[in-house]
């Protein structure tokens, strides 16, 4: 079994968003193979019109060009990116998404596929923000028994 098709088994049920990509971070690329429901109800989409689309499909005017660029670099060198971006849902109403994009690799190192948990988060008003995820507050609930197990696995991290 590869990682995608483990992940995929798992994400069914999950309350986080997971979408899976193909390795073409370049334009048109890259290309969403795979996305659970949970994915579907955080941008208001039937999964169908996901499928097949870039992940781009979600940025507009207030998603910041300086984040996106940290997130190329990131896929380029084959790192984990964890970050906040503004995103925007099918009927335009934009949200707040901490996403955590891994790339997922085959046995011999070659990363095969990235795989992304997405949830939306609440600007905190008034706390002092000494980290990123301090100035935010979940929406729905977490993703850590999927991460958890995922990363007991090992398939994230190469060692
Ligand atoms: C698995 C995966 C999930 C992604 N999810 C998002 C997302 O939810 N929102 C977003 O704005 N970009 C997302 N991206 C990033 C864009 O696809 C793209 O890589 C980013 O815009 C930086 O590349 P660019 O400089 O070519 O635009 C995702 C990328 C991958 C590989």
Known sequence: MTAF???RALAH???VGIIIT???IDPPGPTILYANPAFGRLVKRDLS???GQSPRFM???ETRRETLDTFHRALATGERFHGYLTNYRA???KYRAE???RPLCAADGRI???VSFEREVLRRIGRPAISAAGRYELTASSNDALTGTLRNLAIFEHA
């Open 5 to 7: 098709e483990l992940i």
């Open 13 to 15: 049920d999950a309350n």
């Open 22 to 24: 193909d390795v073409m």
């Open 49 to 51: 019109d996901i499928i």
């Open 59 to 61: 940025q507009g005017k």
């Open 91 to 93: 009927d335009g109403t």
């Open 99 to 101: 996403i955590d994009c």
């Open 112 to 114: 095969e596929n990235f």
